[in-house]
């Protein structure tokens, strides 16, 4: 069994982040809805990935507040690349 800590975004993320690194297997990282410009679940898994590659970094894409313009460009970004 691994443990996620549930990461809603703040502008503290990555201090709030580095408090519980020793303790959990990895994020699981929720968009934030607090109606601020912040960054994506998907941009800060990248940095958190970047930062400790051997955790476990899960972004969550929350669909029910998305518009399709932001929606189809998470679903091209997802696409894995052919040779």
């Known amino acids: 069994m691994k443990i996620l800590h549930e990461f809603v975004l703040t502008r503290k993320f990555l201090e709030l982040a580095d408090e519980v690194k020793d303790f ?12 601020l410009p912040a960054p994506s679940g998907t941009a800060v898994g990248c940095v958190r990935k970047t930062i400790y590659p051997d955790k476990i970094v899960m972004p969550i ?8 313009v932001e929606v ?9 690349s052919r040779p």
Do not use: Q
């Open 24 to 35: 959990v297997d990895g994020w699981n990282i929720t968009d934030s809805v607090a109606g």
């Open 72 to 80: 189809r460009g998470f679903g091209i970004s997802g696409r894995r």
């Open 61 to 68: 894409f929350i669909l029910h507040y998305k518009g399709p």
